[in-house]
């Protein structure tokens, strides 16, 4: 069954995929040289337009292709930074051939009618022909999420953060184990004051009196301090993201919860959750 045809086009997506690799038959690490080929054979057999990351800042100005970086966060490496063209300099030559890397592939904006799992195989067979990806728990995956050439109205982001608070148990229960409460998504109700207080009480009341909260609120802003504690860019690492949604900003809701991705299935199937968990949530009327 083609996904993209029980979604329909009302949402616009991206996605950040994290991978731990190095490349096959032990050939000599080199960041710019590997993922230079990677961004090339994307475009040239594939027709991905992609490009690797020639500057120090960690995502696109635009988000018109595939973005190609080291991620330094990854725990198996160092990612793509000064400390990796250190290591190439003063690691002996064998142990370069040993290295695991991180890599992020951060996805354009794509559009979720036009058969994006095709885009989301042809993305992971290449890096399965070009690397070995090795098993990591410090892998995820984000995805960032919105209307198609549209933002959020102050009416539809409430929905949506409501409906986090509702499911958050019900979707921590489908997280692996290590991505439950990671220090990249801790669950929101560990995070913010004032509604994670409420929540953790747990009452008969207690969504209800969130529920009003909410309704209360008066712009963006206020909705991120409620539902993730505040607007500080340290205070994104939440299972579910509204930084974004603040003036000038890219203006997407991003789940932070999607596991360690090694295949084009699994890839598909949390960027699937997170799309129909978010046009459910747009679609649910509460009293």
Known sequence: MVLSRIIGPKI???????????????????????FENFANT????????????????KYPSKYDKWFITGDS??????????????????????????????MECVSPIIRSSKRWER??????????????????LSCGSHIHLAPWRKKYTLQEAKRIAFA???????????????????????????????????????????????ASD?????NFEELIVYIQGGTALDQRRVLWNFHNLWAGSKGTIEFRGGRHLR?????????????????????????
């Open 12 to 34: 616009g997506f991206g996605v950040e995929i994290e991978v731990s690799v190095k490349p096959y038959k032990n050939e000599r690490w080199d960041a710019a040289r590997h």
């Open 42 to 57: 994307l475009a040239s057999e594939h027709g991905l337009e992609a490009v690797r990351n020639r500057t120090n800042q």
């Open 73 to 102: 966060s990854i725990a198996s490496s160092p990612g793509f930074s000064m400390y990796t063209l250190l290591l190439e300099l003063l690691v002996p030559e064998y142990l370069l051939t040993q290295l695991v890397v991180g």
């Open 119 to 136: 885009v989301i195989k042809k993305v992971w067979n290449t890096l399965r022909e070009m690397f070995e990806i090795e098993r990591s």
């Open 164 to 210: 986090c608070c509702y499911y958050e148990r019900y979707i921590i229960a489908c997280l692996p184990e290590e991505r439950r409460d990671h220090l990249y998504c801790r669950r929101n109700s560990m995070v913010a004051t004032k509604m994670g207080k409420l929540y953790r009480a747990k009452t008969t009341n207690s969504l209800a009196h969130i």
């Open 214 to 218: 909410i309704n209360a609120l008066h």
């Open 263 to 287: 295949g084009p299935q699994r890839a598909i199937a949390w960027i699937t959750f997170a799309q129909v968990f978010i046009l459910m949530a747009l679609k649910e009327v509460r009293s």
